[in-house]
């Protein structure tokens, strides 16, 4: 028997002692609840649906405030081009 053959051997040996009884059960049990706990076909798309929904609401939210502060700055800008003007005139009379 080659050395690296009985390396790998003595190793597998060695692995297979860390093992308790039932290990491979156990997985194979593990992987099929877990499979069957997988979500859906559907309720992934209704989230990603959720989550699109929720996105564009917060994008035309902030895309309303910022028209809503320009709009008001403007406005702002007016009236006060409208005070300067009234007291200049105040000032001619």
Do not use: Y
């Amino acid at each position: 028997m080659k050395t690296e053959t009985r390396a790998w051997d003595q190793l597998q040996r060695h692995a297979s002692a860390q093992l308790r009884p039932g290990f491979a059960d156990r997985v194979v049990r593990a992987a099929r609840a877990r499979v069957e706990a997988t979500p859906s076909l559907l309720s992934i798309f209704a989230l990603s649906a959720v989550t699109a929904g929720v996105c564009l609401i917060a994008v035309m939210l902030f895309n309303s405030s910022a028209r809503d502060t320009a709009e008001s700055d403007f406005n702002l800008a007016g009236w006060q081009q409208i005070a300067a003007d009234s007291e200049e005139f105040a000032v001619n009379l």
